[in-house]
């Protein structure tokens, strides 16, 4: 079985509008702990979509990869904290 991420976007840099390489993804707002509540959005046949919390405007690139945003860091990528050394 093939398990899909759907990727969460933030807005850390304040701009108006994101190209991104996908229709459905999660908003965030900020990084935590600054996130607001992430909003599923689905563009559905549309071109792009506004943030009902943030009001970031995302408009999908065809040339971009999921994992890429223009400007560039906008895909979160979560890192967990350091565990204990392996034994």
Do not use: W
Not at 16 to 45: N, S, T, W
């Amino acid at each position: 079985m093939t398990q899909t991420l759907v990727p969460h976007l933030v807005n850390d840099i304040g701009v108006d509008r994101i190209k991104i390489g996908v229709k459905e993804f999660q908003c965030m707002g900020a990084a935590p702990p600054y996130d607001h509540p992430h909003v599923y959005l689905d563009m559905g046949h549309d071109q792009e979509i506004v943030c009902p919390y943030c009001s970031t405007l995302f408009e999908f690139d065809g040339g971009l990869k999921a994992t890429e945003s223009e400007p560039e860091g906008c895909v979160y990528v979560a890192t967990a904290p350091p565990g204990p050394p392996a034994a």
